[in-house]
């Protein structure tokens, strides 16, 4: 399986995890905020401080994001482009939030891709403090109780990422038992979730958010990414079993590779290695 070689040495447990309970719902984002507000503001209205969310057709702007780039130091496997600002508003396609803390302060990590008013196709890594809500838009959310997202020093990869710890109780109305996740650098994205679910019990599971990257991309259409640099978003995600008991993870994303290539589709089980981090919630059915 394709690997990089990351800055650090690999911690022995490669899946950072914390069970919780959670719950689905609904918000509108609200028109003139910065998005990391408007977010964390949807999420605190039902009571929670963190989670993720998934998002379709939106509009940003003012607007600034980053695309993944090589490292120009050698002190990171990849690293990220220099900001870009497009002009007008940009018309959002679809995208993919993790939204904890980061210094103590509200913080999120959001992958997409999207139309600028020029035309131009892109995606990439939103910046928290440079992107505005444009217009009013519909998002998907999953809030935690008992985990939060937080950003801490990773010294594998050296960079500051996203990971789940343990929080106390807020007394949130939740539904569903759920596992915040991080998955870490060159495993293989869905066999890694799949060991997991059978480790702990898990027979059924619905994936929320999802924000990360992967050592290129393999796709069941037939579609290859090589740059190995990306931004992935999850736009859907399933585990079960299939019909002969064994669980299947599907995974539908979309990326955007260090060179501009853009590509969607579902991930061959077995040839996906995570890049950098892989975060998500997953959801058990049952």
Not at 53 to 58: A, P, Q, S, V, Y
Not at 120 to 146: C, N, W, Y
Request: charged share 20%; with cysteine; net charge neutral.
């Amino acid at each position: 399986m394709r690997s990089i070689k990351q800055p650090g040495a690999p911690v022995t447990e490669r899946i950072q995890w914390v069970v919780a309970r959670g719950r689905a719902f609904s918000f509108r984002l609200q028109a003139g905020l910065p998005l990391l507000e408007a977010a964390r503001r949807g999420f605190a209205a039902e009571g929670f401080a963190s989670g993720v969310l998934n998002f379709g057709h939106g509009a940003l702007g003012p607007f600034g994001y980053v695309m993944p780039a090589l490292s120009k130091t050698g002190e990171n496997a990849a690293f990220y482009s220099d900001t870009h600002r497009p002009a007008g508003v940009t018309r959002t396609r679809l995208g993919s939030m993790t939204l904890g803390e980061r210094d103590g302060a509200p913080f999120f990590h959001c992958h997409g891709l999207w139309t600028e008013a020029d035309g131009k196709a892109s995606g990439g890594h939103m910046l928290p403090d440079q992107t505005i809500v444009a217009e009013p838009f519909e998002v998907r959310a999953f809030g935690l109780e008992g985990a939060m997202f937080r950003a801490e020093p990773d010294p594998e990869t050296n960079f500051k990422l996203f990971g789940p710890v343990a929080t106390a109780s807020t007394g949130a109305r939740t539904t569903s038992r759920a596992f915040a996740l991080r998955l870490r650098p060159n495993q293989d994205f869905a066999l890694c979730l799949e060991a997991f679910c059978k480790a702990h019990g898990i027979a059924r599971a619905r994936i929320h958010g999802g924000v990360g990257s992967t050592i290129g991309a393999r796709f069941t259409h037939g579609g290859v990414t090589e740059p190995f640099a990306t931004e992935l978003a999850i736009s859907a995600g399933t585990i079960a079993p299939d019909a002969s008991g064994a669980l299947q993870t599907a995974l539908d994303v979309a990326l955007i590779d260090y060179s501009g290539g853009i590509a969607e589709g579902r991930l061959i089980r077995g040839d996906n290695p995570v890049l950098m981090t892989m975060e998500l919630v997953l959801e058990a059915l049952e």
